[in-house]
């Protein structure tokens, strides 16, 4: 089991920035590949961006067209923590931002379309224009 846990949510204006964190505790090393998701009232839940870290230390990002650009992924040193660093934000941006993480065969399957295992209960984004 994986358990993860989101913070850095809150509300800004329009333009302005926020950095998500993701800690995953638990059987971590089950997992290579993680992600972020959001789902705002009445929509579908939306693939953000996901990271892919190997075990020799290659990685690779994938995100929605709708972030490019403007958002970035990260896990410094592959550890147990996953970053979203979101620039220039826009109302569109607002929703219930999720963690989540899986174990992939191949690289090329973590993706924002992918099935993920394991969830984190949320945190809340507000973008006000």
């Known amino acids: 089991q994986v358990q993860l846990m989101e913070s850095g949510g809150g509300s800004v204006q329009a333009g302005g920035s926020l950095r998500l964190t993701c800690a995953a505790s638990g059987a971590t090393r089950s997992s290579n590949c993680m992600g972020w998701f959001r789902q705002a009232p009445g929509k579908e839940r939306e693939g953000v961006a996901t990271?892919?870290?190997?075990?020799?230390?290659?990685?690779?990002?994938d995100y929605s067209d709708s972030v490019k650009s403007r958002f970035t992924i990260s896990q410094p040193n592959a550890e147990d923590t996953v970053y979203l660093q979101m620039n220039n934000l826009k109302p569109e941006d607002t929703a219930m931002y999720y963690c989540a993480s899986r174990r992939v065969p191949y690289m090329f399957l973590c993706t924002t379309s992918a099935d993920f295992d394991y969830w984190g209960q949320g945190t809340q984004v507000t973008v006000s224009s």
């Open positions: 990271i892919y870290t190997g075990r020799t230390g290659t990685y690779a990002t």
